[in-house]
């Protein structure tokens, strides 16, 4: 029974493969919903705060002072032309409040995933353009400080 034992081998490998993604986020593409490879932009050194983003889903960044002033800066060169300097949408949809176009971004891995992989017309994906994981953990924290001022 060839073809049995191989059904039986890709299950196992699927189960196991299930097992070691449960240790960590799965991103996905906002777009397509497919698996997104998140790795470190070129010369960047994964930072502590990157580790645990990627194990937990929890961005260390939110609340850190001096986190949010770099956020800020980052957010004014990269991001403020479309969605403003209050993050009320201009050519980018809002990101303040809870009316997401994608639910996903209500959390940080979901507003990660827009932000590094990218989503559809001017919302290119930051990744491709050189971004460190790091700066955009920056960027989402001091967005998220955005929604409650
Ligand atoms: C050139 C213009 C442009 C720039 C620069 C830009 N965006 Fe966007 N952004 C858009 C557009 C347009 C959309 C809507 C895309 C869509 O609906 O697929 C969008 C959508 C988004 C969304 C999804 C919001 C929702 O409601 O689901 C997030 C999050 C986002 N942008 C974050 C950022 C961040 C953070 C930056 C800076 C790192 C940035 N964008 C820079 C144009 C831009």
Not at 15 to 20: D, S
Not at 125 to 136: P, V
Request: aromatic share 8%.
């Amino acid at each position: 029974m060839k073809a049995s034992f191989w059904v039986c081998g890709v299950g196992a490998v699927a189960a196991w493969a299930g097992v070691a993604l449960a240790e960590a986020v799965e991103f996905r593409q906002a777009l397509t919903n497919a698996p997104l490879e998140v790795k470190p932009a070129a010369n960047e050194v994964e930072t502590d705060a990157v580790k645990r983003f990627k194990q937990t889903g929890e961005n260390p960044y939110r609340g850190n002072q001096a986190a949010l002033a770099d956020g800020k800066r980052l957010y004014a060169t990269n991001c403020a032309l479309c969605h403003l300097p209050d993050g009320t949408g201009r050519i980018g949809s809002s990101l303040i409040g809870t009316d997401w176009s994608y639910p996903r971004v209500a959390t940080d891995v979901g507003m990660f995933e827009v932000v590094y992989g990218g989503a559809s017309g001017a919302m290119q994906s930051f990744a491709k353009r050189g971004m460190a994981q790091d700066q955009m953990l920056k960027i989402i924290a001091y967005v998220r400080s955005l929604a409650k001022t």
